[in-house]
């Protein structure tokens, strides 16, 4: 009987330790985990920002959900500035700027910029307007943009994205919004259960959203995201 008990006795120790080493262990593991999926879910954020802000350059608002967006990404243009030569120190101590540059139409004006062959430098200053494709000037011509929604470690899952055309600011001016966003539950499935849970109980009582979150149509923010 006395070496039943202290058998018992033994492997009661043995959990006991287990389970302070796993107590301790748990939100370490939780946390380096946690780190991998937030770094790649922010960089899924960050293109979505990216592409956002080049729909609104071209069309003046924020495509209104995903699907647009991705569309915008695969067959979109936005503009682009070819620059040919540049200008020099003293030419722009005499005040000579870009704009002024390319609209230079007679030596006598020129020469007020030290330009003593207007010919010769418009012939090598040039400043010209092309239109080029979204995905390429973006992401580059090897970029998959069907996937720019989709959330890692997620089995599935996709951004929400969301805009609005006018949000009237306190200074009374209009102005486009969005947000993307991806939550906890989301992006961190498969994770400690119990972590995730104190993650969204400390979202909730700080009264901030349960996840990763880029730009916000409630408020105006710069297009920042939480992280920053």
């Given at each position: 009987m006395k070496n039943v008990f202290l058998g018992l006795l033994a492997a009661a120790s043995v959990l006991l330790a287990y389970m302070c080493y796993r107590s301790v262990m748990n939100p370490i593991e939780f946390d380096e985990q946690k780190a991998i999926r937030d770094e790649a879910v922010i960089q899924k954020l960050m293109n979505i920002r990216k592409a956002q802000i080049a729909h609104k350059e071209a069309t003046s608002v924020y495509a209104k959900d995903l699907n647009s967006l991705i569309?915008?990404?695969?067959?979109?243009?936005?503009?682009?500035?070819?620059?040919?030569?540049?200008?020099?120190?003293?030419?722009?101590?005499?005040?000579?700027?870009?704009?002024?540059?390319?609209?230079?139409?007679?030596?006598?004006?020129?020469?007020?910029?030290?330009?003593?062959?207007?010919?010769?430098?418009?012939?090598?200053?040039?400043?010209?307007?092309?239109?080029?494709?979204?995905?390429?000037?973006?992401?580059?011509?090897?970029?998959d943009a069907n996937t720019l929604g989709d959330v890692p470690f997620s089995d599935g899952k996709k951004i929400t994205v969301e805009a609005v055309d006018k949000f009237m600011t306190s200074s009374n001016l209009e102005v486009p919004l969005f947000q993307a966003y991806v939550s906890y539950n989301d992006y961190l499935q498969g994770l400690n259960k119990q972590e995730i849970i104190n993650l969204n109980e400390e979202a909730k009582t700080r009264k901030k959203y349960a996840g990763l979150k880029v730009g916000d149509t409630s408020s105006p923010n710069n297009n920042a995201g939480n992280w920053e």
């Open positions: 569309d915008f990404v695969n067959n979109g243009s936005i503009p682009n500035i070819v620059k040919v030569g540049e200008l020099t120190d003293d030419q722009m101590k005499a005040g000579l700027t870009e704009e002024i540059a390319v609209a230079l139409s007679s030596q006598d004006e020129a020469n007020k910029y030290g330009i003593h062959d207007l010919d010769s430098f418009m012939a090598n200053f040039r400043r010209d307007t092309v239109l080029v494709k979204v995905k390429e000037s973006i992401f580059g011509k090897d970029f």
